[in-house]
């Protein structure tokens, strides 16, 4: 029955909607890509505007637009504009059953930012299937606090929908989904460790971005392998028409971007390095910890008309090295490292096509190394070369049609040692093959709809293949009202193996589930408004119900060699988000709030996991004084977190050496006893950031200054309690940090 099913539903996703209404002769198309003139970057989100028309498009996360159905033979105005940059009209007659290409370079504004422009813009967005999608670009990232420097993982933090257990790690969890769940994609390839220092920092460096694009579920059928939320970032291609020098400097790390051109192209690299680990005292408690760690990034474009026309290759590359070597041989040592290389073909075709061809090859590897502490060792490995090819087909309807396959080839390895001194090692290898299409009706000025069925061969070919079928809508009341909607089924073959009761994780090992287990399984479903109150203001409200099956859990049971090192459980999340934006230069102010509930359940034991924040509320307001000085106040409240309260001890009898002396070689030492399982819940946090950015320009120099005030009332927010001695722990206190960054 359900393969008769999925046949239906796949007919239906590429059954052609209705004949084309529009006489093909009568119209034409146009396209191009837009860019910054000053270094030939793509300018992400932008918009394109056809003033006769009232109608035009926006442009991708690469620059790339295409507007359809333009009649032909008439002069019209096509007016491209983007925030910061100086607005351009071009006067162009469209070819009748032709494609017009047209490649624009808008030019920095250097005006008030008052003056700047917005055309357009209810227009391209009239009807996006967009829930659940969060756009950013770098100078968003730039107005949030930092901590030390520009995160983007610490970033999504503020977004409604997305959780951390502190101030402390740059780990996220969204809708109630644990952090392995989490897609995290740098040019479209994988990254399976994307953390610096015990988790504290991200690995992807702020220099090298230049968009960003997060789905906190509803994620089209593109996109798999993860159960809650992907993260794509789009690096920056490199300085086309000058060599330029950026370095900058912080309390934690110093950094170099290096670019320029090439001929018929672009190169950029990127290093990031630390050189201090003072600042780190105020994240872990005053305690000296000697992380070192470094990263590094390269992209080298080339596109020659001559060679092949509207086609675009990019060779990219990214590593990175975390090591934490101690002193003292009673505490351990830890190292790991993230590296990859990949090659990307975009292609814009003569017919209305875009296709794009990625092979990649991503590889982790990490190591605890206990010496003569008490933590078991730990060792993984992960080796990931995967090849993609999509393709996008825009018909003369305005309907789209996404179709693509993707192959991976996975090894992992784990090695561990569990708390009761039992070894295993999961050894897995394994391949898959993805073929996904989808349907996407825009021909309607009121309704849209994107609708995909996603097929996997699965990593373990015992269990055969999974079928991911998914759907997103868009109706629109009026106007300035649109109800959205989503549903969609995802699989997830990877998992990462984290314990709970860790406060702050070292690093997550990766391994493939085993056959002896079902793949973890999610069921979205997500609905809400997007209501335009004013010109400038807008409100959002999103809903949402998440259920996982075959959730896999460690056996802390485990006694013997033979028993299963992993079971099966499940989760279960829902709640609501509203989210106000007003954005009317030179103020931005943005406030979310988000009511969610999360569960885990083991057998018949259901609990909280760490990560279920039941109230959270965000505020964010900028001001623009001119375009080189800003300032911006972020404020942020959470209910209080789960955790497993400490109800005594007893004193435990440890025998050091089996055949010394039983009176010189035993000892007692206090032992917690725990209550159930995180039960209990710490008091409500809340703290206030402060940021003041200034640009100065001297002859060919800019100097970037970012002076950053995190927690400025010192609120003290309790991080957790330590079980040995109950001495309470709290997070960041009131922290000044400042960045400098010059540019040639």
Do not use: C
């Amino acid at each position: 029955m359900i393969p008769q099913k999925l046949f239906l539903f796949t007919f239906i996703i590429f059954l052609p909607i209705l004949s084309n209404e529009l006489n093909a002769q009568s119209f034409g198309k146009l396209r191009g890509f837009v860019t910054d003139s000053t270094n030939g970057e793509a300018l992400a989100y932008g918009n394109v505007f056809i003033a006769e028309l009232n109608n035009g498009a926006s442009t991708d996360a690469r620059g790339y637009y295409i507007i359809n159905n333009i009649s032909a033979g008439k002069k019209l105005n096509v007016v491209f504009s983007y925030v910061g940059y100086r607005t351009q009209t071009i006067q162009i007659t469209i070819v009748r059953d032709e494609i017009t290409q047209l490649n624009v370079a808008l030019v920095p504004e250097r005006l008030e930012l008052q003056t700047v422009e917005k055309i357009g813009e209810k227009i391209q967005d009239k009807n996006p299937t967009d829930i659940g999608l969060q756009k950013l670009t770098l100078r968003q990232l730039e107005i949030l606090p930092k901590g030390v420097e520009t995160d983007v993982f610490r970033s999504l933090k503020y977004l409604p929908g997305v959780q951390a257990t502190g101030d402390v790690s740059a780990r996220y969890y969204v809708r109630g989904g644990t952090g392995d769940q989490n897609l995290v994609l740098l040019n479209g390839v994988t990254i399976y460790n994307p953390f610096h220092a015990l988790g504290l920092f991200s690995v992807i460096d702020p220099e090298m971005i230049n968009s960003v694009e997060f789905y906190k579920g509803g994620f089209a059928a593109e996109y798999g392998s993860r159960l809650s939320s992907v993260l794509s970032v789009i690096t920056k291609n490199g300085n086309k028409n000058n060599f330029s020098l950026k370095a900058s400097s912080s309390y934690l790390t110093g950094k170099a971007l290096v670019e320029g051109p090439i001929p018929h192209g672009s190169f950029m690299f990127t290093g990031r390095k630390s050189y201090s680990n003072s600042i780190l005292k105020k994240f872990l408690n005053d305690k000296n910890v000697p992380i070192d760690f470094y990263d590094a990034s390269f992209k080298i474009n080339y596109s020659n008309p001559d060679f092949i026309e509207n086609g675009k290759f990019s060779l990219f590359g990214f590593l990175s090295g975390d090591k934490l070597n101690s002193v003292n041989p009673k505490e351990e040592d830890f190292d790991w490292s993230t590296n990859l290389i990949g090659f990307e073909w975009l292609q814009v075709h003569k017919a209305p096509i875009y296709s794009k061809v990625t092979v990649s090859l991503s590889q982790f590897n990490g190591e605890v190394i206990p010496n003569e502490s008490k933590l078991k060792p730990r060792k993984n490995a992960v080796s990931d070369f995967s090849g993609t090819m999509d393709f996008t087909y825009l018909q003369d309807s305005e309907d789209e049609i996404g179709a693509g396959f993707h192959f991976k080839i996975l090894s992992t390895n784990l090695k561990i040692v569990n708390q009761k001194g039992i070894k295993s090692e999961i050894d897995s290898y394994g391949g898959n093959f993805t073929l996904y299409g989808k349907y996407r009706v825009l021909r309607f000025d009121n309704f849209s709809a994107d609708a995909g069925l996603r097929i996997n061969s699965g990593l373990n070919s015992s269990q055969g293949f999974y079928y991911e079928p998914r759907i997103s809508m868009n109706y629109r009341l009026s106007q300035d009202i649109a109800l959205k909607a989503a549903w969609g089924i995802y699989q997830q073959e990877v998992v990462a193996i984290s314990d709970e009761n860790e406060v702050i994780s070292l690093f997550d090992p990766w391994i493939i589930i085993p056959n002896y287990l079902n793949t973890s399984q999610a069921i979205h479903y997500i609905a809400g408004f997007d209501i335009d109150v004013l010109e400038d203001l807008s409100l959002k409200v999103e809903g949402y119900y998440k259920r996982t099956i075959h959730l896999p859990f460690i056996n802390e049971e485990k006694a013997f060699e033979f028993e299963p090192d992993l079971i099966s459980g499940r989760a279960e999340s829902y709640g609501y988000e509203i989210s106000i934006n007003y954005s009317s230069l030179p103020v931005i102010f943005i406030t979310s709030y988000s009511l969610g509930y999360a569960y885990k359940q083991l057998g018949n034991h259901i609990y909280y996991p760490k990560y279920d924040v039941r109230h959270s509320l965000s505020t964010s307001f900028e001001y623009n004084f001119s375009s080189d000085l800003s300032a911006s106040i972020v404020w942020s409240f959470s209910s209080g977190l789960p955790f497993t309260r400490l109800i005594g001890y007893y004193d435990k009898y440890y025998l050091s050496d089996l055949y010394g002396s039983a009176l010189s070689n035993t000892y007692y030492e206090p032992y917690p006893i725990l209550g159930d399982k995180n039960i209990g819940r710490l008091p409500v946090y809340h703290r206030l950031d402060f940021n003041l950015s200034k640009k100065f320009e001297f002859s060919f120099l800019k100097f970037y200054i970012d002076l950053n005030i995190i927690n400025v009332y010192n609120r003290k927010n309790i991080f957790y309690f330590k079980r040995d001695t109950g001495e309470r722990v709290n997070m960041l206190p009131f922290l000044p940090t400042a960045t400098l960054k010059i540019e040639i």
